[in-house]
């Protein structure tokens, strides 16, 4: 099945860097949004975006919606332990009744204490 | 509140079996999700379900199907499972369609022997 860009594969930083990662697509999508997967655990939402151009702040985490529709990046800053984890965007197209959701590959994150 | 339950948490068939996974969507919400999650990848969209009815399908053989009940609830039909159809099965819910935030649920592991 069809799956978003997504990049890098894995990081893996010291505590207290700052993170970034983006999620590209060739399919124009109506909102972006960015999970984050612990082992054995469903997906939680991060961070929302629905508008084009969209710069949006959840404490540590910044998202940004490309101006495109295209693409996304998520930015973490000073990062702790408990970041550790893997992140996955996901981007909706959806218009009438039709809805559909497409994830990336995912980044596995890693932090060095 | 009590998040999005799912049941079993684990299942082993043997190929060619047929499965029923079962999901309950968060309190007041209205509309379900499926999607299937191989070891690796990020989560594959199967199956949107609103109001009973179905909003989106991914790219999923007729295999697979589902259904919504009265009470929002719903059901996740494999038939003739192969060996491929191992992954972890997460539901989601949200209130609405389209672009409503949509919150997993811990997901159903599956393994076909």
């Known amino acids: 099945g069809q799956q978003l860009n997504q990049s890098p594969q894995s990081m893996f930083i010291q505590e207290g860097e700052d993170v970034s990662m983006n999620c590209t697509s060739s399919?124009?999508?109506?909102?972006w949004l960015w999970y984050k997967q612990d082992p054995g655990e469903g997906p939680v939402l991060l961070i929302a975006?629905?508008?084009?151009?969209e710069l949006t702040s959840n404490g540590r985490l910044t998202a940004q919606f490309g101006i495109t529709r295209k693409d996304s990046f998520l930015n973490i800053s000073a990062s702790i332990p408990s970041d550790v984890g893997i992140y996955f965007c996901?981007?909706?197209?959806?218009?009438?009744?039709?809805?559909?959701?497409?994830f990336g590959k995912g980044t596995l994150l890693t932090v060095n204490p | 509140d009590a998040g999005v339950t799912q049941s079993p948490t684990h299942l082993i068939k043997t190929r060619g079996q047929h499965v029923t996974l079962r999901c309950s969507p968060i309190?007041?919400?209205?509309?379900v999700s499926w999607y299937q999650q191989v070891l690796g990848q990020g989560p594959q969209f199967i199956f949107q379900?609103?109001?009973?009815?179905?909003?989106g399908r991914g790219n999923f053989p007729d295999r697979f199907s589902a259904r919504q009940f009265p009470n929002y609830s719903s059901e996740l039909n494999v038939n003739a499972l192969l060996l491929g159809d191992s992954a972890l099965y997460l539901c989601?819910?949200?209130f609405g369609q389209g672009r409503d935030t949509q919150y997993f649920g811990p997901g159903t592991r599956l393994t076909v022997l």
């Open positions: 989601a819910s949200s």
């Open positions: 399919s124009i999508f109506n909102t």
């Open positions: 975006l629905y508008k084009a151009g």
């Open positions: 996901a981007g909706i197209r959806s218009g009438g009744s039709n809805y559909k959701l497409t």
């Open positions: 309190s007041g919400h209205k509309s």
């Open positions: 379900y609103y109001e009973k009815e179905e909003r």
